[in-house]
């Protein structure tokens, strides 16, 4: 058994800047990360983040990635960090089970950040199995990180920022986007990154989805429908699409199975896209020393996970016994941000959705 | 079909990697993960659902929906889409669970 003070899991925005803070203000810790590199979902970000300079906004999230990387790589004596490694197992002493090179290797820690992210949703209609239907950020990842194409012509589901963004970067990779097609009667995403696929003459067909695909070995066709107002298909509507690709992006779900796992009190929010923990301002779960931060807890943006990070690397330090130089200016700073973020229309419904949450009537 | 122009990125020319796949010899290169290799050449279908032996493709690219599981060196269940393609590894469709190995 090898023993830590701090253990982070995921190796995305949060788990990293999580690390950093706990580093600054003298606690050492463990970041395990299945991938084989850091850097969570930002790694495929091509595009300029919004936000405010504070984020990195009118950064590539490619670049915030490396900034991030940095940032902890600055700290060798502190931050330890093993990539390809899986937690695969947690248990209430905070004893878990990491898988590394076919090894289980086990690790008792004083205190536990889970910041595992979320992973992409998927839609339900017939043979949505086929190959060549993916998760956007799947493509993304595959376009951007790999250099690979997924295919000649795609329809992208859900246009919500992400869907317009990746729609945008499939072109930009020299792929034909036949269309984005949304199930709402308006477009989900900011109107700068529709306006933009307008421009290169993309259709966004709101009050649409899709009805089945079609394939043997891979996908071939989609046949897509107009939706009334309850979101029914209106018979003889239907169309039929010839793809090889098609890119479903209709939200993700927070990565929460672990915490699941030791018992952390949980609920179903929607709005902050599935099953979350309960959490205190100081963003610790049910279970003592059990932390997190990011997507895990409520998906938002790089920008807050980011923050969050921040925020609870800060927090676990001083619980262990580490307090940060300037605690009560930085926390105030974070706390200011992570408002600032969630602010305006946008926000509403993280707003609300942490609400529901919150352990203390004090939201995170 | 890889990328050969882009506006932001640049995808310089890496090593070759010459891998086995269900039999055949053929190239990945230095960077990629087994799917992406898989990919560039055509390859979507990369494994089966276990009951009804539906194909399978790429699905998350981060290791999670188990939607690529592979037989690769012998072992199976490997998540191809987090896994990178070394020289000589035979890689194999998987069309059941996977069986024990040594
Ligand atoms: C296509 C797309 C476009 C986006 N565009 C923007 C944008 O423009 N602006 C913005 O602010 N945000 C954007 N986002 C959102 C942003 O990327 C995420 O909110 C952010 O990455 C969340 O950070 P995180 O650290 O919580 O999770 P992640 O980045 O998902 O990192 C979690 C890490 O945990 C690892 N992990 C998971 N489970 C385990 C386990 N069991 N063991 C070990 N490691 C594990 C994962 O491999 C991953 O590396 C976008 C997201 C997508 C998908
Ligand atoms: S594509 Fe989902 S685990 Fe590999």
Known sequence: ?364 | MRITEHPILTFEQKAKLQFVFDGNKVYGYEGDTIASALHAMGVKKLSHSIHLKRPRGFYCAIGNCASCNMIVDEKPNVRTCVTLLKEGMVVKTQLNKGELYD
């Open chain 1, 1 to 364: 058994m090898i023993n830590k003070d701090l253990v982070i899991i995921g190796g995305g925005p949060a788990g990293l800047s999580a690390a950093k803070l706990a580093a600054e203000s003298g606690l050492s810790s463990l970041i395990v990360e299945r991938d084989f590199k850091l850097g969570g979902q930002l790694v495929k970000q091509t595009h300029m983040f919004f936000g405010s300079e504070k984020q990195y906004a009118k950064t590539r999230g490619i670049d915030i990635a490396k900034i991030l990387v940095d940032d902890v790589l600055k700290y060798p004596e502190m931050v330890e960090v093993m990539t390809d490694t899986t937690v695969v197992g947690l248990y209430e002493d905070k004893v878990i089970t990491l898988l590394h090179n076919d090894e289980y290797i086990k690790v008792q820690s004083k205190a536990i950040i889970i910041a595992t992210g979320a992973s992409e949703k998927v839609l339900a209609f017939p043979n949505n199995d086929l190959p060549g239907i993916y998760g956007a950020g799947a493509v993304q990842t595959l376009m951007n990180v790999n250099g690979v194409l997924p295919g000649n012509d795609v329809v992208m589901v859900g246009s919500g920022n992400i869907g317009l963004i990746v729609s945008y970067q499939l072109i930009q990779a020299g792929v034909n986007v036949k269309c984005v097609i949304e199930a709402s009667s308006s477009i989900g995403g900011y109107k700068v990154h529709a306006s933009k696929l307008k421009r290169l003459g993309v259709d966004i067909l709101t009050s649409h989805s899709v009805k089945r695909a079609n394939g043997t070995e891979a996908l071939e066709s989609i046949v897509i429908s107009k939706l009334d107002n309850n979101w029914d298909y209106i018979e003889g509507t239907e169309k039929t699409i010839e793809v090889d690709s098609l890119c479903i992006s209709v939200g993700l779900s927070p990565l929460s199975s672990l915490l699941s796992m030791i018992g952390v009190d949980m609920k179903y929010v929607s709005s902050l896209g599935g099953l979350v923990p309960y959490i205190d301002s100081h963003h610790e779960t049910s279970v003592k020393d059990v932390y997190v931060a990011g997507d895990v807890c409520g998906v938002e943006e790089a920008s807050s996970a980011i923050v969050e990070g921040y925020l609870t690397g800060l927090i676990v330090a001083s619980s262990l016994g580490f307090k940060h130089e300037n605690y009560d200016e930085l926390y105030r700073d974070f706390k200011a941000q992570l408002e600032n973020l969630r602010s305006g229309p946008f926000g509403e419904k993280t707003r609300e959705g942490l609400q529901e949450i919150a352990r203390d009537h004090d939201v995170k």
